[in-house]
C-alpha cells in the first residue's frame, strides 16, 4: 500500500497558496514567481500520487508486472515542466520589454476595464422603428428566366439584320452563306429559304 509523506502535502498546499497569492497582483515579477510556485506544486502533487517506486516500466520475459512503477506521472511530470518552463520564458520576455518601454513592471489599470465594471449589469432595451429591408431576391411573380429569353430573341434580331444587310450585299452574301453552309455553322435549309426571297 502507498504511504503518503505528509510534509511533502504541506509544502505542496503552501507552494500553492503562495503562488495564487502572487498571481493576483498587479506586478509582473511577482506573477512570474506565482506561476513558478504554482509549477512546481503541480509536480509535486503528481510525484506523490503517482504511486509507490518500483523498477522501470520496460517489459522483461519473465518478470512480474507489479514490480513496475506507473509510467504515466512520469510522462505527466515531463509535461509540466516543459510547459511551465515556456511560460517562465514568456513572463521573462514581457518584463524585460516592459522595463525597456516604461522602466517598471506593473501591470496599468485598463480604462476599458474600468467602464466595464462601473456598467450595470443589465441594460434596458429601447424599442426602436426597424427600417424596411429590401430583399434582393426576386419576386415571386417574376419569371426568372426573362433576362435568358430577352437575350436570345435580341440574337435572332441580329441574325435577321445581319442576313438583310448580306442580301443587299449580293454575291458577298451568298459566297458567306455558302461558307457557313460548308462550315457548318448553318444549316443547308436556311441558307436556300434565303436566297429564294425577293
Request: glycine share 6%; net charge negative.
Amino acid at each position: 500500500m502507498m504511504s503518503i509523506d505528509l510534509a511533502l502535502l504541506v509544502a505542496m498546499g503552501v507552494m500553492y497558496a503562495g503562488g495564487i497569492y502572487m498571481l493576483l497582483e498587479r506586478t509582473l515579477t511577482r506573477i512570474l514567481f506565482g506561476i513558478m510556485l504554482i509549477t512546481n506544486a503541480t509536480i509535486m502533487l503528481l510525484l506523490i500520487t503517482g504511486g509507490r517506486s518500483g523498477d522501470a516500466p520496460i517489459r522483461i520475459e519473465g518478470k512480474d508486472p507489479t514490480t513496475y512503477s506507473d509510467p504515466l506521472p512520469q510522462a505527466l511530470m515531463l509535461t509540466a515542466i516543459v510547459i511551465g518552463f515556456a511560460v517562465t520564458a514568456f513572463l521573462v520576455a514581457m518584463i524585460y520589454r516592459s522595463w525597456l518601454l516604461s522602466r517598471e513592471d506593473v501591470v496599468a489599470v485598463d480604462p476599458e476595464d474600468v467602464k466595464v465594471a462601473s456598467q450595470e449589469a443589465f441594460d434596458a432595451e429601447e424599442d426602436s422603428e426597424l427600417e424596411e429591408e429590401t430583399s434582393e431576391f426576386l419576386d415571386d411573380s417574376c419569371d426568372p428566366n426573362a433576362d435568358y429569353e430577352h437575350t436570345s430573341e435580341d440574337r435572332k434580331a441580329v441574325r435577321e439584320v445581319s442576313a438583310r444587310r448580306g442580301h443587299r450585299a449580293g454575291r458577298s452574301r451568298d459566297t458567306s452563306a455558302d461558307h457557313a453552309v460548308t462550315d457548318g455553322t448553318l444549316p443547308a435549309g436556311t441558307v436556300r429559304e434565303e436566297r429564294e426571297r425577293p
